[in-house]
């Protein structure tokens, strides 16, 4: 993921986006194939490029990165026959910037005095601009803007003597959300940072090993969940086996970034031992039960990302559910607009009211989250105009105030909606005849516990608390100065 | 549509797959615009090529046609403003052979007398070869391998006078199902074939009259829903206004696809004055009714399309409808799947079963047709990997038996499973504990008929029934001799 | 070649160009690699585009045609290997139109009552627009904007038996220069027009029979030189060999185009008996005869195309031959000027003086044409700057006055600037301190003649004398009314 | 230029290959427009890749780098509009691998701590991968295989102040020959090795001030020759001006390479105060005095190389100079020979025996060089089908029979024909009837000596005498060990 982060998706800027996905496979003929594979089904958490680098018994790698999709990038037979080899680390990557540079497409590869050694990263980095500063006074040349090519800088210069060690000395050194996937000559190594914020799963397939963002991938390749790897635990994966190791010490203090339950996760994913699908419908549920709407007559979900939890209000309430809403299955990146003139019809390109079951009727819409909030007003519009007596908006979450630094790509608090309005003024915006958002406690309730404990949350909810785990070392220092922005807003010209 | 079928189709080989949709904009100042937009929500008819011509009022055509997606073929700026003028016409065009060629896309364009002329169709004509065969013998110098290019040939031979006589002149010629958008200087044509087997819409925005193969292509650019063009009906549509015309003279003898509300359409669409996800509801609903499963702990459908029966199936039934299989949004058409070794993980690139939920359940799965039955048969296996305790196959439609000659790219009859097996077989081929199909009573019921009439069908049912409205003269003609088809094997070659 | 003529040229628009080069290949397992051989061999005929047609023992035609050289357009192995069969036809085409269409790409295609039947042309037909237009009328449908369909379209609607006898049918309706390469199943055929204006050769390899516009493409493959196509021979070649027919019967009367002579042509290629680089030293040394330069220090060429009249001037007067402009070989198609600034820097990215050489020295510059004296205006330019004390200009034809219609791409007469001034004023324009043009008279000398016979010339010299030997049917056509060009019009821009 | 050499040039296999060219404009509104015009005329040097670094004046870079020629990678407006700024530096690569890495493609570019930095070399490094292991080894990161960025490396890690400084501070730690051109913010800075082994020369062009590696390239952009940098001397152009230094100290000792006189530059530079093309009409001439040859009828160049020697030995002996071979404009990169069937036609693609001239004659053939010698041996082949008498093969070199380490692609020594045989069995090998090679003192004698001075020899000839003027340190631990060439494969692949 990049240092710079913007508020322009291409896809939909009215949501939040998860930054990357990762992928390893360890000691298996087709390692590639299968990284290609996994990325496939991993492909929600990045759309803008993917890249896999495979090394083969003898120490050499083989890397093919692309801006576009898993299948674009790795569609053509000879580009995976040419990534030869047993291990094989993949990366999927978001939509950041409007012009993505090729050198930023991970997995990253250098040559460090002991051989290859490639990398790829989910999350974000918090104090990597200070970091790389230091680096580049003693004469490092750095070959990316991502936060990412810090810990191999961090590497480079290691007096420590393995691998492993090295990476230890390096990931000391930083702060952040983090899962990495790393491959040396004969090892692969996975590792959460101390929160856990991001995910990762151990899987098997035969005698192969796989680390994964989510165990969905696992599926699709017909591989075993394992476990989920801890937060702050590091494994490393060699011809001995996976060796596991705490290298920050102490008990792990999870706080699992609780928006994977929300949003960002596959529906057929397990999380930390729960089902993502379930959680979701269990959300729903809760919702139903804190804010009921007893006189509508259906449970109408902005598809696709309301489903699970519209299915859990539907069946809590008794309300039917409807598919009052349809999704286009080709929404992509491509399709421009024509002219000003019709450009008002965007929204219609994506979403379009299924009107002879909207017309005249009170309808509960169940969304995830509310971003900005234009897309939320125009799906209103929508239904309006085709005729929807009333319309309940419940949000399956609490409000989105805080924009999040550790690997979601989020628009600056000043731009969420929620930061500068409460939820009335939200639903008079929006333009809805009543609105609820999720409390916090539910929301935890719906992820198994009594409530949140405010002492000692179980979960990163910082995007709706503006509780951070970990220090923003960068962001603190780009609000004192503008010293830091100035080098990676240089870096992302040339 | 071509005149060779072919029994493999890229997306999804065991699925049926319409072979277009058309567009026509008269009138309006981003024509070309308006028309990619309509061609982008008609999507789901067609993803192999599309094309649209435009006209302007100096009677100059312009056109662009490409393979790939509406958003990819024009997504570009520039592209869309090459197409100059307030009228043009589009088309999407299904995928029907692995190597299709450029000069096979839709709209057709020629240089006639009286000047250009362009034309899209949907359907298929079932005496093309014989007609072919006749203009060769004379003079005429084809293009395309397009059963459609027949007529204008037969038009640039009429000694007819205006374009829409010559039109007339030729459709008399012709037999099998078509819905054409033709637009010369001036004027756009619309008309559907005697039995109105494939669907038209009129609708319109502002002053601007459109055409299109579904009424959800109206709301994708804001446009009114007007009417449907009734089967036979010819609208010539000029500065004069919308022209009714009934060329073939008598009552209209209706018989729409029904497999339009089973399967093709988009669910937001309306139909014949149905609505398209209303009346799979009800063909749900119809289903729970005549093949119960009391003790089913869930409806399950196979996602996307069979997910408005189930809900219907699940409301009528009382059982509770859940998401147990996930489908991938980023199935596309490139990605090749490696090796022998890893080809049986196939289907799980686009479905993948919701373990948590499956794990010991009883299940309903609901699906709305069973083509070759491979791909059924998958997901079963999904499932009972999956945990489930019991699955029980709910059909929404008759067994598909007869291949369809109107423009529906079906397998051969030999190779429809339901040909071969009675249900009772196809549920043990597909490895389900109980199976059941909709009947062809029940289908009528649910799209609003006492029941079907056998004297006279209310729709082409052909491929449930082998009842076909349209004699199938090359279909015949090839079944008595190897003229035909050789000739059709050498025109795909060159 | 196309309808339309132009002025603009990407390679340089201050010279003459050849529109096409054709070639064939029959009875060889490499036909298609042959033919692409043979058609780099003859790129000077044609840089923008090239196609080839193979044909099988089945009967069965593949083809490719794309815009770009020969060696871009053929340059992968998996191009070639699919155009299977023993016999193939191939087509190189100049650039004439800024946006080329593919479609006009040769050769041509077409399914004809007998079959396939490929089609390429080197020439111009002159009564194209009058026959088409007479054929449309008809009911046929173009699908190019080429002249060389309206062959086809003739033979399409020819009641005659043979392919040979219907090519003969069409070919007495049509005006013109042709050179023709043709392919059926079994069959190649090859003609030229009656008074034999463009070349074509015939040669041999091994068993196989090759037809081509120069000699030079036959060296190429190995193949040997048998003779020269006779003006208004026809021939037919099969399994039965290579059987001659007279269809326009008569004696010849040969009107080959003396152009070939000066400029056009490749000079290692033999042509109507002569060497093309020995007829063009004779030129210089008759030039030099007819108007010498005594006090001259060098002979220098305007390279590429002046150097072997100047070896020639050079030989014949004594003066030292010496590279005093050096060209550079990387002129391609696609560099751009980038500003207006800069775009006087224009001629210099194709020619540079030696300075060296040049200063202080009087020098006798040799070029074998102008067109619109731009060019050398500039070049003479470039040599007073690098120090030139004379500058004596000797071009090695007479002065291009008329514009040729049958097969070259020339400027309107008009633009021609021997056509607005005489000899004197060109040197003045060009800024030299001499000028002089090679007599008609010494241009025939040095082909082998006594002089031009002016009752009946031995060549078509049209450009020079405006003695067109064939009727400019549709040129005067377009002097009486504006009818035609609207249509060509109309048909490019669709 | 790369590490590792090859033998493969896809071009022709048989020539020695210069490089590299680089070009650097400071101070001037079209700086990247000046540099790609720069670079199109230092086409000749490399035509594998091509790049351009540009330097606005807030010390923001912006690059484009693309394999294939200058008007390929620059020919579009937009390409050369987004390099802003009124500096810019250029580079020409010469094809040294099948498969080259994008990321080899100069100007190298880096962020230092001061800034931005990018870098252009022609010559080749001795001792890079000494160098390179040791900077690995302290915890540098490599971007690329190439010799260049061991510069930028020891520059990143230098403790001197400024760029100029650390730029010397590095260039005393490498050995070789280079000629480099550098930019950083609002400076370039030019430096030649101490034996100015490779050209480099100084311009002007209005305020802006140029360096080329030849002086061809001032000339195609309008501007002047100022002088050649000299051997041993950097200059930094900044606001100032042109500030020289003599970092390495002392007289310099000038080793300029002859092979640049003999064949690499182009015929239209001025070097060292010579002309390249009157050096080589004087080489011509002092082979027809050293190697006579009454008897024959033609002097025949092999083109385009061999022309200028010809024409100086055909007026030193009074023998024709005729063009005897035609050698095709189309030679380019793609063409790939079908099948193996026809491979042996390959030499004809390239060069044509213009066999009315040579059949029956006796002919001195004159090449600047022979290097395996397959080539000659095809020439010779095809003079003697065409009929030629006697052929003399003359040479306008020495016998090249030692490799290069200074920044010429060259066969190892054991492939060179000169290391493997004398000249009487070079002839017999090739075909000749007499062979003659130009004598070093008589090179020496047309390059304005009297004669070469072997103790301080006034040139580089290492390649024919293999007095080597730098130490070849990566060469000679190579030659006794594996380690240092294992680095560079696995470097190679990744």
Known sequence: MTISTTDKTPFDDDKLHEECGVFSVYDHDDAAALAALGLHALQHRGQEATGIVACDENGQFLAHRALGLVSEAFGAQYVIDRLKGRTAIGHNRYATTGETMVRNIQPLYADLSFGGFALAHNGNLTNAHALRQKLVNDGAIFQSTTDTEVVIHL???????????????????????????????????GVRDPHGIRPLVLGRLGDAHILSSESCALDIIGAQFVRDIEPGEMVVINEKGVLSQRPFGGAPSSRFCIFEYIYFARPDSMMEGRSVYGTRREIGAEL?????????????????????????YAQESGIPFELGIIRSHYVGRTFIEPTDKIRHLGVKMKHNANRAFIDGKKIV??????????????????????????????ISSPPTAHS???????????????????????????????????????????????????????????????????????????????????????????
């Open 155 to 189: 590497m480079a210069v290691s007096r420590k003597k393995t691998v492993a060690e090295k990476m230890v000395d390096a990931l000391k050194q930083v702060e952040g959300a983090y899962s990495f996937v790393a491959a040396a000559t004969g090892l692969v190594i």
């Open 288 to 312: 139903a039960r804190e804010a009921p709407c007893e006189s509508a007559d259906l449970v109408v979900p902005v598809p696709d990302s309301g489903v699970p939890a519209a299915i859990g």
């Open 365 to 394: 819409l169940v969304d995830d989250s509310i971003v900005r909030g234009t897309t939320s007003k125009k799906i209103v519009e929508m239904l309006r105009a085709a005729g929807a007596k009333e319309v309940h908006m419940r």
């Open 404 to 494: 999040c630094f550790y690997g979601i790509d989020t628009p600056s608090t000043e731009e969420l909606l929620a930061n500068r309005m409460d939820a009335k003024k939200i639903g008079k915006f929006i333009g809805v005849d009543s609105i609820a958002y999720l409390s916090a406690d539910g929301l935890y309730r719906a992820t198994g516990h009594a409530q949140r404990d405010n002492q000692s949350p179980q979960y990163c909810d910082a995007c709706f608390t503006g509780d951070y785990p970990v220090r923003l070392a960068d962001h603190e220092a780009r609000a004192t100065g503008a010293k830091v922005s100035s080098l990676s807003e240089r870096l992302s010209k040339s």
